[in-house]
């Protein structure tokens, strides 16, 4: 199965960041860890353009860029209402807190949060603190085309409700391990999911996190779906 984004670009920066263009050029940047991520290109440190800066949980390795890049773009930030609050508390001018379940629309852009198996302490200075819960999110672009990054999850059961109410074409899964799923599990998520296309992240940034695409190939390789590994700083569309 081949597709395109029609109209789309995905643009993976290592590990769970991304920067999805919107048809409508509207940028959606996911988890931002630019600077201090030991996988994203150097030419993306400076990264400016943000409308919208999703945030899946606390943890350094998903928010580590978020003041920086919201502060510098204006973007509003979503993410759960702790996170939001806290960073709010900091001086993000703007902050939308939202829980699952919950869809905020922006043109003919939908995003919704959706359920994640994971932890979300915020780390500070004073040690961590309450992050809410981590969660993911479906984004479905103004053509109609529905991408799910999962941020930092197990795989559960529930991501059949993700596939019956969302319909994803493109899912973003962890693959790494020890913290996340690891192949074999994603492979099963991509089961009850049945997106077109399937974009590993999460993998390879740390010496624990050991899943590799190859493991997940094999373990794909007689299911209908798309396996499009890229590399940080490629683009998809
Ligand atoms: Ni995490
Ligand atoms: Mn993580």
Known sequence: MIMSLDGAELTWLG??????????????V?????????KCPQEFYN????????L?????????SAEMLAK??????????EIATY???????????MNKGGTLEFGDIKITMVYADHSSGISTDAGIIYGGEAAGFVVTLENGLSIYHAGDTN??????????????????????GHYTMSPKEAAYAVDLLEPKVVIPMHYGTFDALK???????????DKPVTLEVLQPGQQYR
Request: no cysteine; charged share 15%; glycine share 12%.
């Open 30 to 38: 996911f988890d931002p860890w630019l600077e201090g991520n030991p």
């Open 211 to 221: 899943g590799s695409p190859d493991a997940l190939k094999d373990l794909l390789a």
């Open 15 to 28: 590990h769970a960041s991304f920067v999805l263009k919107s048809p409508g050029g509207r940028y959606i």
């Open 56 to 64: 899946t949980h606390g943890h350094f390795d998903h928010m580590g």
């Open 87 to 97: 960073l709010a508390s900091l001086g993000v001018a703007n902050t939308i807190g």
């Open 47 to 54: 990264w400016d353009k943000a409308d919208y800066i999703l």
């Open 155 to 176: 795989v559960f059961g529930d991501m059949t409700l993700i596939k019956t109410l969302y319909a994803p074409d493109v899912v973003l899964l962890p693959i790494g």
């Open 72 to 81: 510098k773009t204006g973007a509003t930030v979503i993410s759960n209402f």
